[in-house]
Structures are given as C-alpha cells and as structure tokens.
C-alpha cells in the first residue's frame, strides 16, 4: 500500500515536472534562490558564430558571477528569428535577447515588450559617438535607441583573378561606373565553360532587394519620398533595373533561384562567377574554398562612393527589471572593443566603433585578410534602409520587380510602375 | 426481504442496505472515472492545447487587425472584405485550384496503375513496392532541396540531360510558367506511393470467385476491371479523393524550401500566403482570415463527398 502510495506521488511528481519547469522560464522575474539572475539568449548563429557567441558567453558567465546567460535557447536560425520571436511575443513567453535583422527592427520594435536602449547605450561603456553612422542609425527607430548593434557590415564586388587573367580583362578599380561593370560581365562570361560575369539572388526576399538601394541612392532616390506617401525611386528605380535588364540580356548574370542566395556564392566559389556583390561574412568561406580573389568597392553613375550597410543587432525585451538589467549589462559588454574585436575576427562582422578598428588584434587581422579594408573603407559612404514600418511590403513589391527583370519577364519601367503601385498602397495604411 | 426460495448454489449474501451499496458503487463509479481520466487527460490535454485552442484563437484572431507584438483592435468582418478585393490573394486560390486539379486525378490513376502493376507475382516484387513507397517517406524539406539541385537551371542534372536530346536548357523552378507544374511533379513523385500502398490493400478485397466467373463468362482484363475491381475499389477510391484534396490544398513545405512562393508569386499557394501575412508583412489577423477561408473550403469537399457516399450506399444495393 505505501509502496503504490510513493509510485503514485512520484508519478504525479514526474507529470508536473515540465509543466513547473516551463512555468519557470517566462513567468518569474528570472533571479534564483542564489540571487544569479539568468538571461536566455537567441543568437541563431551556426558554426563559426555559434562558437564565437558561445566562447564570449561563457567568458561573460566567468567575469559576471551575478548573471547566467543561457545562449542554448531558441534553436533558430538568425534568419528564421523574426518567425520565431513574433510567436514567442504573441504567446508571451519570448527570449530576453534576440538577434534580429536591421530591416525587421521596425516590426519588432512596435512591440511595447522592446525594452528602449536609449540611455543605457548613451552612457555605455563604448562611446556612442565613437560608433559608425550606419550603426547608430541602423539602431534607432523615431529617434529612440530600440536595440544594441550586433553585427555591421557593407557591400562590395568581390572578384576572382584568376578568371580576369584568363579572359584578358583588366581587374576593376574603384570609381568604376555601372556601365563598366555590365561590359565587364559581358566580357568575362562563358557560356561554353559555364561562367557567369556575376550574380543576384532571385527570389524576390531581401537578398534580391538590399542590393538594388545603394544604385538608388547614387541617382538621388530614396526608399520612401519626403511626403511619406509615395516611393522615393520611381524614376531612379527604372534606370537602376535597366543595369539589370542590360546584364540580362547579355546572359551575364547568375539569376540564383534558391532561397538564401547560398547557391550564388557556391558558383562564385567553384570559380564559375567573375565577381559577386557581397558582404566580409563572406570572406571565410571565399579564402576556404582557396579562390584567387580581391576586393573592389561598389560601381556608381556618378562616381561619388556609396554603398549600403545592413546592421544587424542585439534587441533587449522586457521579462521584468532584474532580467532586463542583466540582458542591457550583456549587450554593453558585447559592444565593447575587447569583445566586438573578438566576435569579428570569428563572425566575419566589421568593426562597430572606431575604437575597435584601432584595437592591435583586428589591424593585424585586415592585414592578413585581403580586400577586408574595402568593407571597412566604405562604411564612410554607406547607408542604411530606413527602418520603416511599411518597409517589408516595399521590399516585396520591389523584390518582385526585380526578378521579373532579371528573368525578362518585365520591362525596367513596367515592373516599377506595378511595385510603385504596391507601394504606394501599403505606405497609404495607417500605422 | 424476499420469499423467494434461496438458491442453495448461491452464498447467502450479506444483507447490506441499499444506500450503502448505492455508495459503494457511486464510489467504485468515482475511482472508475479518475482512473480513465487519467488514462486519456494527457491525450485530452495535447488535443486541445495544440487542437481546439488555437482553432477558436486564430477565429477570433481573424476578426482583429492584430500583428502579434501589439495590442490588436477588433474589426469584424472587414479582414475577410480585403480578402475577397486583394489580387494577391485570387492568385494564392488560383495557384492552389490548379495545383489541386493536376495533383489529385495524377495521383489516384497513377497509384492505381502502379498498385495493379504490383499486384501480382513476380520475383523481387516486394522489393518494387518499397522502391515505390520509399519516395513517401522522404520529408517533404529533403524532396525539396533534392530537386533544387537536379532542376538547378545551370548547373543541374536535367538540363544536361536535355542537352544531350538536343533539347535547349529550361528555366525550371525559376521560369514562372514551369515551376507550378514542376512541383505538382515533385509531388506526386511521393505523393503516388502512398496511393499504391493504400490500393495495394484494397486489392486484395476483390473477391477472387467474382473474377473467375467472370473470365468464365469471358470477360476480358478491361471488362473485369471496369465491373469488377474498380467498384470494389469505390470506397478506398473516395477516401484517397479526400485525403489527397486535404493535402494537396494544404501544400506548404515543399514551396517553402523550394521556390518561397516565387518566381513572382506563379506558386504563391493558399498556406504560404498565409504564412506571409502573418509572419512577413505582420497583418496575422489578415492571415488568420485566409487560414479560415481554406478551413471552411476543406470543409465543405469532406462534407460533398459524405453526401455523395451516401447517396451510393443507398442506390449500389438497387443496382445490384
């Protein structure tokens, strides 16, 4: 009897288990019977930034005994993670830090659950001046700081030497225009050898789109117009596509159809792509596949450098004052020299503050690493998309009309005139 | 008390007063209940955690101009006015219809075909059968990036294989007038196992005398199979219209992997539709109200082929 007694608790007690354990993780203010307070962090990184994320965690948990940061959550990848943390919002029980793409911050921002960074990363640790424009601008959404920097990086033409040489091609120099880089494409491809001059992801996500906004800004456009209630590129746009209709009609550009745009970088790195825009995360894997490869700054129409920058960050949310304490104590401690160097060198992401880029470990690394001055060098010229609430739906409508030229579906000027459309009515919806 | 002689096989029962054995058998009936209770409660919570509450939620959702991070506002029906205006969404029902439509009758004749190939006895023939139905287990993900790779329009296997027939290089997944009817293919390339394996079962109900009187009649294979098999096979038939139409309207993991919705929205089906709502441009009770126009025509196909079974049921005993 006793004994039946005893099998009946334990099982009951096994049966709640998991229910005590996940009332244990979103519910209490997060601080333990020993006063450690324990932060869960999505960073969706995989192999080399998951090892470097993990490394600073566990130095962090080391030098910070009062705080546990738990980097195992989520099991998401950084570009599922708007998909993932907007359910983890609408069920209520959502990470105290998660890593969330510049272009997605405005919809995750709307959130009341995102904690405002305002006064902490202006009297943090790291200078807030000291960071780069694009940061400070990536992170700032109606001029409130609505999360930390995470990543930066910049857009270049990254080139394969060796396929330049065979063809007898001079290597591209920066102040190139468009009009050299569409010839430049020309010339170098080989439909009999299967290589293509270049490259642009073609489904339409942002991969496609981002690329498209520094050509726009160079002709004097912009994402959305100064009323706020058309686009800012409707004739810019047409003579930015009508480059693409051009590299189109030569058959010189790779149209990758696979999500990710993976696809793209595996031809440019088997040496079957002359030159591929791209960003330094890229590089690792361009150096591993042992392309003969160099970096050249973006073309232009006017000669006046641009490029675009697309920060990523960390976004804090509130799960209570002790948790958010602790989370906004991590952020700080990330953007740190020390520990910003560190997490590039590893992640591929340049430096955020001009403190970092004068730290001695990350001078010898862009020393070693080829071309990975250009990235730095244009972040003096890059900008960043607005972080608009209507911006998703312009990036679609956009993304649309891109692919139909690129696979000449589309005239340049039919296509923008269907996504200015679009455009125009989703930036009518009140926000 | 009874006057009844006792039966002398029975032991003389102990005279307990009837409320207590009301109570006793109220008690046995109460431990009787907790027990089942305990048996199904895990069941009945995962049903209706992971079942019924989200069904009601996202109905509710659907009445709201909600985006799951704010604080949403109720707006009635006027979600469900936008989806009968917006061009994106005709398109999403478009591409699902003739999905539907290529997916369903492809798949019941070819699982047929390949069931009666099947059905009989050669050497290896188990072997066939797996080989056949291997194609079903495989996650839809896998069969997804397996095809990216051999449709890839540069580098893939298919177009060097049509370049060896001479025929010029297609663009596949990424020429909006071939990828819909590509991933019907991809479909149905597992789609057509599970047909088989559930018609291969049915066979073996064809009842063995009713065929041999019949080829002693003199009755060819077609006649047998048109009077014969075939309305055996009527009720096993209807149950794979339904499930395949339930599947087929449902589709979303293959799209996902292979094509997100594109090369401009040619296979922007109901279910990614919703997921973009949703998830990408944050009107999820926009979403919420396409989800529920799906649910309500899944419906009504289960509830058309009730009636329709019924009204067969009624006529085959006449007919025979």
């Known amino acids: ?431 | 008390m009874s006057t009844l002689p006792r039966a002398i096989t029975l032991a003389p029962q102990a005279a307990v007063p009837p409320a207590a054995a009301r109570r006793a058998a109220r008690r046995r009936a109460r431990r009787e209940t907790a027990t089942a209770w305990g048996f199904i409660g895990p069941a009945v919570v995962v049903i209706l955690g992971l079942g019924i509450v989200p069904v009601l939620w996202s109905l509710l959702l659907s009445f709201r101009a909600d985006d799951l991070v704010t604080p949403g506002r109720w707006v009635g029906l006027d979600n469900y006015r936008a989806l009968a205006e917006d061009p994106g969404f005709h398109t999403a029902v478009r591409n699902t219809l003739l999905y539907t439509a290529l997916y369903v009758p492809l798949s019941l004749v070819g699982g047929l075909a390949l069931a009666l190939a099947l059905n009989r006895r050669l050497r290896l023939i188990g072997l066939y059968r797996t080989l056949v139905f291997i194609p079903f287990v495989v996650s839809a993900t896998a069969q997804g990036v397996l095809f990216s790779f051999i449709l890839d329009p540069e580098f893939g296997v298919a177009n060097s294989l049509l370049h060896q027939l001479g025929i010029s290089p297609q663009g596949f997944l990424s020429d909006p007038d071939q990828a819909i009817y590509l991933l019907v293919l991809i479909s149905l390339w597992s789609g057509v196992g599970f047909c088989v394996v559930v018609y291969l079962a049915a066979l073996q109900d064809v009842p063995p005398e009713l065929v041999e009187s019949a080829r002693i009649d003199g009755a060819g294979r077609a006649l047998i199979l048109r009077h014969i098999v075939l309305p055996t096979l009527t009720p096993v038939t209807v149950f794979l219209l339904l499930w395949q139409v339930i599947t087929a309207l449902q589709v979303f993991d293959l799209i996902y992997v292979t094509t997100k919705g594109g090369p401009l929205g040619s296979t922007t089906v109901v279910v990614y539709f919703v997921w973009q709502q949703a998830f990408q441009t944050f009107t999820a009770g926009y979403g919420a109200a396409a989800a529920y126009v799906l649910a309500v025509a899944l419906m009504v196909v289960g509830a058309a082929l009730r009636v329709v079974r019924r009204r067969q049921s009624r006529t085959e005993g006449v007919v025979r």
């Open chain 1, 1 to 431: 009897m006793t004994s039946s007694i005893a099998r009946r608790r334990l099982l009951a007690g096994a049966a709640a288990a998991p229910f005590l354990a996940a009332c244990g993780g979103g519910a209490s203010d997060g601080v333990g019977s020993d006063g450690t307070v324990t932060v869960e962090l999505w960073h969706g990184q995989s192999d080399t930034g998951r090892k470097a994320v993990e490394a600073l965690v566990a130095e962090f948990n080391r030098t910070h005994p009062r705080i546990r940061v738990d980097s195992a959550g989520g099991g998401v990848l950084s570009d599922a993670m708007l998909q993932k943390v907007t359910a983890a919002l609408a069920s209520g029980s959502y990470p105290d830090i998660a890593y969330i793409f510049g272009s997605d911050l405005a919809s995750i921002a709307r959130s009341p659950r995102v904690v405002d960074l305002t006064s902490a990363l202006h009297a943090g640790p790291t200078p807030w001046r000291s960071l780069w424009a694009p940061v400070r601008e990536g992170v700032t959404v109606n001029g409130r700081v609505r999360a930390a920097p995470a990543l930066l990086d910049s857009l270049a033409v990254v080139y394969n030497r060796k396929l330049f040489r065979q063809a007898g091609v001079d290597f591209p120099r920066a102040g190139w225009t468009w009009d050299e880089f569409a010839d430049t494409a020309r010339r170098l491809t080989a439909p009999g050898r299967g290589v293509f001059g270049t490259g642009w992801p073609g489904t339409g996500d942002e991969d496609t789109v981002w690329r498209l906004w520094p050509m726009i800004w160079d002709l004097g456009g912009d994402v959305v117009a100064a009323d706020g209630k058309h686009i800012g590129f409707a004739d810019q746009g047409v003579r930015a596509l009508e480059t693409l209709a051009r590299l189109s009609r030569d058959k010189s550009v790779y149209v990758d159809p696979k999500p990710s745009g993976e696809q793209m970088y595996q031809v440019f790195m088997a040496g079957r792509m002359a030159m591929v825009g791209t960003g330094p995360w890229q590089l690792p894997d361009i150096i591993g596949a042992g392309v003969d490869y160099d970096v050249v700054p973006l073309p232009t129409y006017s000669g006046r450098p641009v490029t675009i920058s697309g920060p990523d960050t960390w976004t804090v949310f509130d799960n209570g004052s002790a948790r958010s304490r602790a989370a906004v104590e991590f952020v700080r401690w990330m953007m740190r020299p020390a520990q910003d160097a560190r997490w590039d060198l590893s992640a591929g992401s340049l430096p955020l503050s001009s403190a970092t880029a004068d730290r001695p470990e990350w001078r010898l690394h862009s020393r070693r690493t080829r071309g990975l001055d250009v990235f730095t060098e244009a972040l003096g010229s890059a900008r960043v998309r607005p972080v608009h609430a209507a911006y998703p739906q312009i990036s679609q409508a956009l993304g649309e009309a891109i692919v139909s030229v690129l696979l000449g579906k589309d005239s340049p000027a039919g296509a923008l005139r269907r996504c200015a459309q679009r455009s125009d009515a989703a930036l009518l919806i009140p926000r």
